[in-house]
């Protein structure tokens, strides 16, 4: 299996409608039988990534009482700010309120990452937990803009994947998608030794789907993201970095819309696959980066296959829920009720 490389130029050149119907086409194919996909001239300037990395460089650089002076708040509910290494458990697993048991299990592996997590902050849900200017005085503005241009690169990708599913309009998908309930996601993967990760006594990222409508990745040149092959349950193939490009993958939201025509495809972070990622006796990984930008709804907004993919032969395979419910049960496994780490 291969991950498809996709040219949006005829996207963002604002190319005849035959050509985005080209390009539209090849998207559905690539999130209908792998999930993923590479998309180059997607639209987000190179130089804007290149500072959204060198930005994120130095906040992880600055001292941990620095990083600390915005903190991820206790529990799941509000997930803003800065967790430090430990502090969050990727899982794939659904959790109940009363799966306290299930959780501790899952959370007795520590995934060695930290991360720094933006909205809108015209999001009244989830309001932004900002670095004081003092720490580091171009992060907040910077960010910022990035989210926003993030958002235009993605609204082109749902344009495409309406026209590519046969919606009634181009603005259907993004007519769901108003922009201020996104995430933008900072990581850094800090060096660990091999060992600890082929024994299972830590984690980067474990296996998990993404329970967004739709992701958008930039990775540096490390390496270690795998994705599982949707014909080899088990079976993951690495998604080496593509200079320029980005990594597109379907959510679970836009998964059960299109019940389940397109496919939101486990994936995971591990052990880079070069050698040369590594170094001394314990051979210690070098430290990764990455930037991800997670697509989501109005968090009432109810979520439900749409009429265009269910008929009589195919009929809905999931029954409507919020988007902020969903997202409840798998966020319960991200974090304890009283961070850990800090």
Not at 15 to 30: I, P
Not at 163 to 189: K, P, V
Not at 219 to 245: R, T, W
Not at 268 to 286: C, H, K, Y
Request: charged letters at 25%; proline letters at 7%.
């Amino acid at each position: 299996m291969a991950i498809p490389v996709i040219d949006f130029s005829a996207w963002t050149n604002h190319a005849s409608r035959d050509q985005r119907q080209a390009v539209s086409k090849e998207l559905v194919k690539a999130c209908r039988e792998v999930g993923f996909a590479y998309i180059i001239n997607h639209g987000v300037p190179q130089d804007a990534v290149d500072h959204a990395f060198a930005i994120s460089k130095r906040f992880y650089d600055l001292p941990h009482e620095e990083k600390m002076k915005a903190p991820h708040p206790p529990g799941w509910a509000h997930h803003r700010g800065y967790s430090s290494p430990g502090l969050e458990k990727v899982s794939a697993v659904l959790a109940k309120e009363d799966d306290e048991a299930l959780v501790n299990n899952l959370r007795s592996v520590t995934d060695c990452k930290e991360s720094y997590e933006i909205g809108s902050d015209e999001n009244p849900d989830q309001p932004n937990i900002w670095l004081p200017q003092s720490s580091l005085a171009d992060f907040r503005p910077f960010m910022t803009q990035f989210y926003w241009t993030c958002f235009n690169a993605a609204s082109d990708i749902l344009r495409a994947l309406s026209l590519g599913l046969g919606l009634e309009e181009e603005e259907s998908l993004l007519r769901l998608h108003s922009g201020h309930y996104n995430q933008l996601r900072s990581l850094h993967y800090p060096p660990i030794p091999a060992r600890a990760i082929e024994e299972g006594s830590m984690a980067r990222m474990p296996a998990h789907t993404d329970w967004s409508s739709m992701t958008m990745l930039f990775q540096d040149d490390c390496g270690g993201l795998e994705i599982e092959d949707p014909n080899v349950l088990g079976k993951f193939i690495p998604a080496e970095p593509i200079k320029g490009a980005l990594v597109m993958n379907v959510g679970d939201l836009l998964m059960r819309w299109s019940n389940d025509y397109l496919k939101s495809t486990s994936h995971r972070v591990t052990l880079p696959p070069l050698q040369d990622r590594f170094s001394g006796d314990d051979r210690l990984t070098r430290a990764r980066y990455s930037i991800v930008y997670f697509l989501s709804t109005d968090p009432d907004l109810l979520i439900e296959c749409l009429p265009a993919c269910v008929d009589k032969d195919n009929p809905a395979k999931y029954e409507p829920i919020t988007q902020r419910d969903y997202a409840a049960m798998r966020a319960r496994v991200l974090y304890q009720s009283v961070p850990t780490g800090s």
